[in-house]
């Protein structure tokens, strides 16, 4: 089987323990993880702090260090097919949609490159006669990142393009469920020629490598991705080391079709939403919430394009639905699912575990019209949706806002008023309009509520990833005053 490293202040480590990593496709074991625990842990945090004070790292300009962010990028491009086939072998994401969304990863990297020399500070026009006052934006400090295994070569180059681009150094700690894309992009930032210690990529598990790493007292700010009970240990842990945080959690998200949105365009868009990445999207249009009189028709339509989906290897280009990550992920969804029938909700389609080896689960779809079905407020992070019907337009609003999550929602309609009308009614802190999953470097990217703070992407994360520092000076040849001497 396949063994990966570690990679801390520089150098590709193993670990102090190892562990099996099991391809969701088969459900057997095909490469050897390592298992950072808390020494490792604390040899990477310091090895980060070491370098954002000393060494190269704390000397470049910010056009050096984007300089690096372009290098880096290049070779993710040059990467991608090998970074997407392990991402797909390791996670069970299919091939063709890890291909495009690796390639595209690159563009975030080049944005971020680019931002580096244009985080500026102010000059204030301070009310004192004799002094000149500004600000200075400097890096947060060492940062440490957490993220998931869906998407995770996208989740991490979010937080690790503005961090950089800010002058941060970093300890990123990549899911034990699916690690390897990310440890082979180690092998990309150390050829890129990143100092020792500015990126460190470990793998482990909770209680003994994120839990030693959120609460390290020389992590700075913590940048998470996950489920919101995992976020409330690591602010928990944060309290230990007053680190600040940025959360980007789960989503319900809503996905509302009025009677007069193009019909072909709204159900291939929720398509997409819905079982693209076999629903494990932080941002799965998992609410379908459409206009009574044309709900029939729609579930026809999506009924018959949910069962015409090819199930299959992840590695095979012709596959359009692969295997859920793990199979805890797996007994999640089937439990959801049996609690949403029998809360009262009806099968259109799907519903039933297929035969055989592999994480699998079909297409489903859940008309829980007239029901409180756990299935409307809890996230699945698989091929579910649930169906729910209105009548007006302020219906649609209260639906779409019934639930304690608030990162992305879906509105189609043809009428520009009231796109308009529902982007300020809806909370969330996406908005897609007529479209969906659509995503940029240049797009700032976050939720409300239970789906997190802080944001992703745009100038608004390099800030993230910064502090301001006041600097003043007196301009007057005056001796200072003595204090004691009143005048």
């Known amino acids: 089987m396949q063994r990966f490293q570690l990679y801390v202040d520089g150098q590709f480590q193993d670990g102090e323990g190892w562990f099996e990593s099991l391809d969701p496709a088969t459900g057997k074991a095909w490469a050897h993880m390592p298992e950072a625990r808390e020494a490792t842990i604390d040899r990477a945090v310091k090895a980060a702090h070491r370098a954002l004070n000393e060494g190269p790292w704390a000397k470049m300009t910010a056009s050096q260090r984007g300089q690096l962010l372009y290098k880096l990028a290049d070779l993710i491009a040059a990467n991608a097919s090998v970074l997407a086939e392990l991402e797909s072998r390791d996670t069970g994401k299919i091939i063709r949609e890890t291909s495009s969304q690796i390639a595209y990863v690159a563009n975030y990297y080049r944005y971020y490159a680019g931002m580096a020399d244009k985080i500026e500070g102010s000059f204030l026009p301070i009310d004192k006669p004799d002094m000149d006052v500004w600000l200075r934006r400097e890096p947060v400090g060492v940062v440490a990142m957490v993220v998931p295994w869906n998407s995770q070569l996208f989740l991490s180059a979010v937080k690790i393009g503005p961090a950089l681009a800010a002058g941060c150094t970093l300890v990123l700690k990549a899911s034990e469920d699916g690690p390897a894309p990310l440890l082979e992009f180690a092998r990309l930032v150390h050829e890129a020629g990143f100092p020792p210690g500015v990126v460190n990529i470990v793998t482990g598990f909770g209680?003994?490598?994120?839990?030693?790493?959120?609460?390290?007292?020389?992590?700075?700010?913590?940048?998470?991705?996950?489920?919101?009970?995992?976020?409330?240990?690591?602010?928990?842990?944060?309290?230990e080391n007053l680190a600040s945080t940025s959360l980007e959690l789960g989503g319900k998200s809503p996905f509302v079709v009025f009677a007069d949105a193009n019909i072909e365009s709204a159900v291939n868009a929720q398509v997409a939403g819905i079982f693209a990445a076999t629903g494990q999207s932080c941002v799965a249009g998992s609410r379908l919430i459409i206009e009574r009189s044309v709900k029939d028709g729609f579930l026809a339509r999506l009924k018959a394009k949910a069962e015409a989906i090819r199930i299959g290897s992840p590695l095979d280009m012709a596959t359009e639905v692969g295997p859920l990550a793990t199979r805890r992920q797996l007994?999640?969804?089937?439990r959801l699912v049996d609690a949403a029938v029998s809360a009262?909700?009806?099968?259109?389609?799907?519903?039933?575990?297929?035969?055989?080896?592999?994480?699998?689960?079909?297409?489903?779809?859940?008309?829980?019209?007239?029901?409180?079905?756990?299935?409307?407020?809890?996230?699945?992070?698989?091929?579910?949706?649930?169906?729910?019907?209105?009548?007006?337009?302020?219906?649609?609003?209260?639906?779409?806002?019934?639930?304690?999550?608030g990162l992305a929602s879906g509105v189609f309609t043809n009428n520009l008023a009231r796109g308009h009308r529902m982007s300020r009614a809806i909370r969330a802190g996406v908005v897609w309009i007529n479209t969906y999953r659509a995503v940029s470097p240049i797009a700032p990217f976050g939720g409300f509520g239970l789906s997190g703070h802080g944001r992703e992407g745009g100038m608004a994360a390099v800030l993230d990833y910064t502090r301001t520092k006041t600097v003043w000076l007196n301009t007057s040849d005056a001796p200072f005053p003595d204090p004691f001497v009143m005048r």
Do not use: K, M
Not at 331 to 334: E, I, Q
Not at 393 to 399: D, F, L, P, S, T
């Open 207 to 239: 209680a003994t490598c994120g839990a030693v790493l959120t609460s390290h007292p020389d992590v700075a700010h913590i940048a998470f991705t996950g489920g919101p009970d995992s976020a409330r240990h690591v602010v928990r842990n944060a309290a």
């Open 331 to 334: 007994d999640h969804v089937v």
């Open 344 to 405: 009262g909700a009806s099968v259109i389609t799907g519903g039933i575990c297929p035969q055989g080896p592999g994480n699998f689960y079909p297409a489903t779809i859940l008309d829980c019209d007239g029901i409180a079905s756990p299935s409307l407020e809890q996230e699945f992070f698989g091929p579910v949706l649930s169906v729910v019907s209105f009548e007006t337009e302020e219906e649609a609003v209260r639906i779409a806002n019934a639930t304690r999550f």
